[in-house]
């Protein structure tokens, strides 16, 4: 697996979030995936990773404040004039798929307006559980990077925007677009639910959660450590 699995987009997103330092991408899609990626950054931040000058970006930056897609605060990171800290809007997170959200929040809310609290959590963890046995069979029994790896790629085709990094004796599986985030802010149990599917796809590995995007940040993220040594990066 190589050190880091950046993140894509599906082919019917609206921007394509390929890390900006490649080159390829028109500089508002480039902005837009340097937001998405990082959180928030500062014009000088940006024109640096697009090889392009400050001027350049921030007018780019004003065309997408206007456009409701960005939005800044200003930040003193040392003497003279505050910066700007650029970050997307709620209407700029927006530009990425959310997958059929309408249509289960609707599901969900009638479930839960009908069915016990403790058996709305057990209908959520049954479907983690058979979603982790589809993965495992698609995943099959290679070794562990190379099923982490796939599993990016599995879940970029979701409608996530994921990225998988060696950290330490394991790795750390971020997500920094969440298919399901309208549906987390009313349901915050379906987080539960995405852990326990991270869990059940991996049992040979200890998972945590060590971000949590309703809580604070930008992105959400899982810790796996295997639980045989031999499976550490590197080993």
Same mark, same amino acid.
């Given at each position: 697996? /190589? %050190?880091?699995?950046?993140?894509?987009?599906? %082919?019917?997103?609206?921007?394509?979030?390929? $890390?900006?330092?490649?080159?390829?991408?028109?500089?508002?899609d480039?902005?837009?995936? @340097?937001l998405? !990626?990082?959180?928030?950054?500062?014009?000088?931040?940006m024109?640096?990773?697009l090889?392009?000058?400050?001027?350049? @970006?921030r !007018?780019?930056?004003?065309?997408?404040?206007?456009?409701?897609?960005?939005?800044?605060?200003?930040?003193?990171d040392? $003497?003279?004039?505050?910066?700007n800290h650029?970050?997307?809007?709620?209407?700029?997170?927006?530009?990425?798929?959310?997958?059929?959200?309408?249509?289960?929040?609707?599901?969900?809310? /009638?479930?839960?307006?009908?069915?016990?609290?403790?058996?709305?959590?057990?209908?959520?963890?049954? #479907?983690? !559980?058979? *979603?982790?046995?589809?993965?495992?069979? *698609?995943?099959? &029994?290679? &070794?562990? $990077?190379?099923?982490? %790896?796939?599993?990016?790629?599995?879940?970029?085709?979701?409608?996530?925007?994921?990225?998988?990094c060696?950290?330490?004796?394991?790795?750390?599986l971020?997500?920094? +677009?969440?298919?399901?985030?309208?549906?987390?802010? #009313?349901?915050?149990?379906?987080?539960?639910?995405?852990?326990?599917? @991270?869990?059940?796809t991996?049992?040979?590995?200890?998972?945590?959660?060590?971000?949590? !995007?309703?809580?604070?940040? +930008?992105?959400?993220?899982?810790?796996? &450590?295997? *639980? +045989? $040594?031999?499976? %550490?990066?590197?080993?």
């Open positions: 697996m /190589s %050190a880091t699995m950046r993140p894509t987009m599906p %082919a019917n997103a609206q921007v394509n979030p390929q $890390p900006a330092e490649h080159g390829a991408l028109p500089t508002r480039g902005l837009l995936a @340097i998405l !990626r990082e959180g928030e950054a500062t014009a000088s931040d024109a640096r990773r090889g392009l000058s400050v001027q350049v @970006i !007018r780019h930056l004003r065309c997408l404040e206007d456009e409701g897609l960005v939005e800044a605060s200003p930040s003193a040392g $003497p003279g004039r505050p910066s650029w970050r997307l809007s709620r209407q700029g997170q927006n530009q990425f798929p959310n997958g059929s959200e309408t249509f289960a929040l609707g599901l969900l809310s /009638s479930l839960a307006g009908q069915l016990p609290d403790e058996t709305f959590r057990d209908l959520l963890a049954q #479907q983690a !559980r058979q *979603k982790a046995d589809d993965y495992r069979s *698609k995943l099959g &029994a290679a &070794a562990l $990077p190379q099923r982490l %790896a796939q599993l990016v790629e599995m879940r970029r085709a979701e409608g996530y925007v994921a990225e998988c060696p950290d330490g004796d394991g790795w750390v971020r997500e920094y +677009h969440c298919s399901v985030m309208r549906i987390a802010e #009313q349901f915050p149990c379906v987080c539960d639910q995405e852990l326990q599917l @991270i869990q059940h991996f049992p040979d590995c200890f998972v945590e959660r060590v971000h949590w !995007r309703l809580e604070s940040g +930008h992105s959400c993220g899982f810790r796996l &450590a295997p *639980k +045989h $040594p031999g499976q %550490a990066p590197g080993c």
